[in-house]
């Protein structure tokens, strides 16, 4: 009786673990993850947050979840330039930028060339700076998004 019941147990321990790895593998745990990220880049918890956003993208790729895999690098761009690391901030931008081109939609390109404009002010290099707010104005306007 008493072998049965550890049986019993052990089995409901694996089915316990089982579900909890699959809750692991979500879109809403990777939206988890990077909010936390994002939360954490405000508070200036940069290792943390990059901990945090490197793990959501790694699953969102994983996964093919293209939006996921976006917003991930996205903000560890944004936490790069928070950190004033301009030219690593710009890497993980252009890579946003090449998710949104081949996978998202204009919304997500305009976002990301904003980013990269900014690091272009940032720089002084105001012609490149131009160049990309340019683009995603135009972005805007063929969206007729007057806000962006």
Known sequence: ?????????????????????LSANTIQHCDSLIKKGVDAMWKKEHVKS????????????????????????NNIGANY????DYGEALNYYLESYTIAVKELDPQHEMVVLNNIAIIYTKERNFDKAEEYFQKAY?????????LK
């Open 1 to 21: 009786m008493l072998k049965k019941k550890f049986h019993i147990s052990l089995y409901l321990l694996f089915m316990l673990l089982f579900a909890i790895n």
């Open 81 to 84: 330039f928070t950190m004033l």
């Open 138 to 146: 135009k972005i805007a306007k063929e969206k007729d998004d007057s």
């Open 50 to 73: 990059l901990e945090l956003l490197t793990e959501a993208r790694n699953l969102a790729e994983k996964n093919h979840w293209y939006e996921q895999v976006f917003l991930a690098t």
